[in-house]
Each structure stands twice: as C-alpha cells, then as structure tokens.
C-alpha cells in the first residue's frame, strides 16, 4: 500500500522538476571557454622583409647584331674591367659584307675619279667654246652623283666595319657578371640579352613587398637594414624605387633600399633584412579571426571583466594586413576580446576566458590593476602632533 502511494508522488515531482529546468534552460547555461586576447600596438616589434643585395646599376648586355655565338669568354661571378671582351659571334657574314662594302667602296672612288677628270676636260672645251652649256651641265651633274656615291659607298664601308666591331661584346663599365642567358653555339637576335652585369659602385638591398601593406611605403622613407652575416649590427636605409606594378606571378611589388655601402661594406648577393617601423602607437590591432562582419558593419566580442558575459562591440577598421587588422575606433588597450570561434558566440553569453596555453584568464583581476595603476594617488595621512 505504502507503494503505491510513493511513486505517484515521485514522479509528480520529477516532471514538476523537469517543467523548471526547461523553463531556465538559458539562466542556467554552463559556461563554456573562449579563447580570448588584448589588442596589440599595431607598432609592436617592426615588420621585417628578406632581401637580397644588389648593384644598383645592373645593365643587361647584348650583342648589337645577331648571329651565333662562337666563344664565351666569361662565366658567372667573374669580375671584368671596362672593354673586357665578354662574347664573340661567329664573323664569317660579317667578314663578307665588310669585303664587299669595301668593294663597293673601291668602285665609287673609281667613278668619281672619272668624273672628276672628265668634268675638268669638258670645262677647258665650254671656255674655247667647243661645247655647249647644257652638255657641260650634264657632265657637272654626273660628277656630283659620283661625289654623293662616294660618300655613301665610305657610309656603307663604315656600317660594315662597325658591325664586325659589334660581333664582340665588351663591358661597358667595371662589374661582376651577375648572369648568363646565353651560350656558345646558340643564335642570338640583335639586342637579346646574353650577360647581367653588376656594375661597381652603388648598392642596394632588393626586396619584395605584399600588396596588402605596399600603400604605406613611400619614396624615400627610412628604414633599418641588417646583413644576416652581421646580425645585431643595423644600418640606416632609405626606399629609393617602388615598382608601379605588381609581378604578374608573385602579386608583389619589388622595391630597392639604398644605403652607404662604404660604411656597411655588403658584398654582392648577400642575404639581407629589411626593418620598417610600424604604425602610428594609438592605433591598436587584433587577429582577423576576432573580427565579426555584418552586413557594413564590423564587431568584436568583449568579455565584460565583471561578468565574463560577452558584449557585441562595433569597431571602425582600417586596411586588412595578411593576420592582422588595425582597429582605428571602438576598443581599449585593456579590452578582452574573443579571438576565435565568433560566429559560435552571441551576445550576453557567458564564457570562461582561456589563453592559448588553455589557461584561464582572470579579467577582474586585471581590470582592477588597471584601474589601480591609473586612479591618482591618494594624499598620505598628516601626522598626529604627540604633543597635543
């Protein structure tokens, strides 16, 4: 009988039980981690770019007539004096127009030898009046075309010689052979570049810029170089040449740093860092994953450090760098924010902030130090005259 009487009590009260704990299903909400983190100066540390040290003067040399290549008399990494013969191409064309530009030349100067005479002739008979006018004319005129065949039989002798000239390439200045796109035995074109040559003097350091960050660089700005084989020891710089345009293959732009060379002493090809200083200090930056985008609109989380509860937080960005943002309004150096899993989260929630070791930050006790570390001092206590 006693049976009977209390399990229909029970379960009365398991359903009552039941009915209460869907009603304060969200008030009693067991709060789950979140990984959180602070804004950062968006000048923390300094973005650092790898490069390269380069000549600034790096002509590319070609031959000035085609033909084929018969000697290569230089390789990669040779240093040359101005003159130099680098190259030589195969001379037997060459050879022959030359001979036949002389040839040509020969035969004017016959002709106009001929003319010369014949012209002195016919003037003795025009003055005892044996001819007429007009024949003597005719006489002049055929001496001054043999005289303008003279002069561009010499012109064409003179191309011919230059072009057996051009079938050596010489260095223009004193370098370093930086490269070569060309061998023995291979036909070139007029022009087509067979050596790179690293011209002495003037260094730089070539370095390849994101497009993301490229709008921050100006011509002539200051930035700090470092040689890897001399780390700790920087120099000053400056930008001396932004590309317009980006490479088709990488998306970067290729700029140059300038800098004294007789005060870094940096060899040719050396590996070389970049330092660029970062923005303005008020300007703070988080990770791109903290950010939530709605509709125009940008938001971060904040944990309330009173709570922990999570405010949905409007903040004005600036331009989109590759893992970071600047936050130009909107948020506090002391802020905590949500730096993952955002679009899990909603607004009021509850949660427990861990770092990235999974360690839970205490937010209150950090705001307190806070606002302790800003609140003024107070004035210390007048002492108590013993005497009264």
Not at 279 to 300: F, G, M, Q, R
Request: with cysteine; glycine share 6%.
């Amino acid at each position: 009988m006693l049976r009977n009487t209390v399990f229909p009590g029970l379960l009365a009260g398991l359903l009552a039980l039941q009915g209460c704990s869907d009603g304060d299903t969200n008030h009693n909400e067991i709060p789950r981690p979140a990984l959180v983190t602070q804004p950062l100066s968006a000048n923390v540390g300094q973005d650092v770019f790898p490069g390269e040290i380069r000549a600034r003067y790096e002509p590319q040399l070609g031959f000035r007539i085609g033909g084929k290549i018969s000697q290569r008399q230089v390789d990669v990494g040779d240093r040359v004096s101005k003159g130099t013969s680098l190259a030589k191409l195969d001379t037997d064309d060459v050879r022959l127009q030359l001979d036949a530009a002389r040839a040509q030349f020969a035969s004017a100067q016959a002709d106009h030898k001929l003319a010369r005479s014949e012209l002195e002739r016919y003037r003795e008979l025009l003055e005892r009046r044996v001819i007429s006018r007009s024949q003597f004319d005719s006489f002049e005129s055929r001496f001054d075309a043999s005289a303008a065949q003279l002069r561009q039989a010499r012109a064409n002798l003179d191309v011919a010689r230059n072009q057996a000239d051009y079938a050596s390439l010489k260095a223009p200045r004193d370098g370093v052979i930086a490269q070569r796109l060309a061998e023995a035995g291979q036909v070139v074109a007029a022009g087509q570049t067979v050596f790179v040559l690293a011209a002495d003097g003037d260094r730089e350091v070539r370095i390849d810029l994101p497009e993301q960050d490229v709008g921050r660089f100006t011509i002539g700005m200051p930035v700090a170089i470092e040689l890897w084989s001399r780390p700790g020891q920087v120099f000053p710089g400056k930008l001396r040449e932004l590309s317009p345009a980006a490479d088709p293959r990488s998306r970067t732009y290729e700029a140059r740093v300038a800098f004294d060379n007789d005060q870094v002493g940096a060899e040719l090809g050396q590996s070389a860092r970049v330092f660029v200083s970062g923005a303005d200090n008020d300007v703070l930056s988080i990770p791109l994953s903290a950010l939530t985008a709605e509709e125009d609109a940008t938001y971060v989380w904040v944990v309330n450090p009173d709570d922990s509860a999570l405010v949905k937080t409007l903040v004005e960005v600036g331009p989109y760098q590759e893992q970071v943002v600047p936050v130009l309004s909107g948020l506090q150096a002391d802020d905590w924010i949500v730096a993952a899993g955002t679009h899990l989260v909603r607004d009021g929630q509850v949660v427990i902030p861990v770092d990235r070791q999974n360690r839970q930050v205490e937010l209150a006790a950090t705001a307190e130090v806070s606002q302790q570390e800003s609140a003024p001092a107070e004035p210390a206590d007048e002492p108590v005259d013993q005497g009264e």
